[in-house]
Every structure is written in structure tokens, then in C-alpha cells.
């Protein structure tokens, strides 16, 4: 089974610092790791994915996530956000080789950029 | 290229009507993801279909809840006599067949309100 632990369900800001948003996960097979942006009344879009290769994955929007194996850890980065950045982020994995492509989500962190 | 069409976008019923959602999925996708999202909480599976098959319902609730992808037409999520704590968001998510590789699509969502 897989399960997804995001650390912080808020995490607020000011404009232009970094930010950091943590994703653990658990599973007993190989993962493929996503994270997706939502934001207020809309549906979820996909920020970036890691499948495999480089452990630094970049995305859009300036982010960017590094995939530790040892740590089971997928944190989310951001050099500098911007107000437009508030809005929810989650954190998902699917099993890799799984022909049910059912994705296992955290709850999800509240990113909050203020001025 | 239209996205993943979700209507309506919201829908407010009484104790006891049914509820439909439906899902377009984009061109070209033939596997339909439906998961809900409680206040507060992260999106949780509820069914894996593919056109006039269902896959994988293990998340659905026992009693109430149906789905259906059919040869022709949108996938329709169906909740019969609905109760408050069925008020949720739901999305729906379409997927070519390798979704492991990358990722789905999510529709806007319909958010039911049960009144």
C-alpha cells in the first residue's frame, strides 16, 4: 500500500523568500511522484513529475523537487514565489508498473504569499 | 484541444435526489479517473474506468454511489439519494493508457452541495 504525508497543511510567506514544501511517502514497491497545484476553484494541474533519471526535477512556474530514495522524501522548491503562487499544493504517488494508474495524494499543503 | 470537460461546475441538491456528474475526457484519453475531495482534505480514488469497463472501484462507497464510461458519450458518476456528507468537490481525471509516464489531466470539478 502507499501512503503520502505532507508535513505542513500551512505554510505562509512573504513575497520573494524561498519556500519549501515537504512530501514524505511510504510504499513497499518503486514510485512514480508528482506534485500538482491547486488553485481556488479549480481543478488540479500538474507542477512536475519524477519517473526516473536526474533526482532534481524542474517544472513550471519556477518550481523544482528533489527525490530522495533514502529519505522517502519529494520536497517541493522555490527560490523566490510570488503572490500568485498562493493556492494548495499536493503531493501524489502512483506505484511504478501498476496498470491501475490510481494516484495516492497527500492533504495537501496551503502555500500563502503575503506583500 | 479541449481540455477535460467536467459539468456542471456546480450542482446543489436536496436530501434524497440524485446527483450526476459528468466527465468528458480529453481527446484521445481513453481512462477515467473519478476522486472526490472533502473540506480540508486531499483527493481521494473512488473509480478506474475505461470505455464500458470499470477497472477498479475499490474506492467507491458500498451503497449509493455508481459510475459508468459508456461506447458513446461522457463518463457519468451517479449518487443516488444524496445525504449532506456527500457535499464534496468531485474531479474527474483522464489519462492516455501509459499513465504512469504521464500523469493525467484533470477536469475543473463539479462541486455538489447537498442541502
Known amino acids: 500500500a502507499q501512503s503520502v504525508t505532507q508535513l505542513d497543511s500551512q505554510v505562509p510567506v512573504f513575497e520573494e523568500a524561498p519556500v519549501e514544501l515537504r512530501c514524505n511517502y511510504s510504499s513497499s514497491v518503486s514510485v512514480y511522484l508528482f506534485w500538482y497545484v491547486q488553485y481556488p476553484n479549480q481543478g488540479l494541474q500538474l507542477l512536475l513529475k519524477?519517473?526516473?533519471?536526474?533526482?532534481l526535477v524542474k517544472g513550471i512556474n519556477g518550481f523544482e523537487a528533489e527525490f530522495n530514495k533514502s529519505q522517502t522524501s519529494f520536497h517541493l522548491r522555490k527560490p523566490s514565489v510570488h503572490i500568485s503562487d498562493t493556492a494548495e499544493y499536493f503531493c501524489a504517488v502512483t506505484p511504478q508498473g501498476s496498470t491501475l494508474g490510481r494516484l495516492y495524494f497527500g492533504r495537501g499543503t496551503q502555500l500563502t504569499v503575503w506583500p | 484541444n479541449a481540455g477535460v470537460m467536467q459539468n456542471p461546475r456546480h450542482l446543489v441538491r436536496r436530501r434524497g435526489q440524485e446527483a450526476r456528474l459528468r466527465c468528458s475526457p480529453m481527446k484521445g484519453h481513453s481512462h477515467v479517473y473519478w476522486y472526490r475531495q472533502l473540506p480540508e482534505e486531499g483527493l481521494k480514488f473512488m473509480v478506474y474506468l475505461q470505455k464500458e469497463n470499470i477497472i477498479d472501484e475499490s474506492g467507491m462507497p458500498k451503497e449509493r454511489f455508481s459510475a459508468e464510461f459508456p461506447k458513446e458519450g461522457p463518463s457519468i458518476l451517479r449518487i443516488q439519494q444524496v445525504v449532506r456528507g456527500d457535499s464534496a468537490a468531485y474531479f474527474c481525471?483522464?489519462?492516455?493508457?501509459?499513465?504512469?509516464?504521464?500523469?493525467?489531466?484533470f477536469g475543473s470539478g463539479t462541486r455538489l452541495t447537498v442541502v
Open positions: 481525471a483522464s489519462s492516455p493508457p501509459s499513465t504512469g509516464l504521464y500523469g493525467y489531466t
Open positions: 519524477y519517473l526516473s533519471g536526474s533526482t
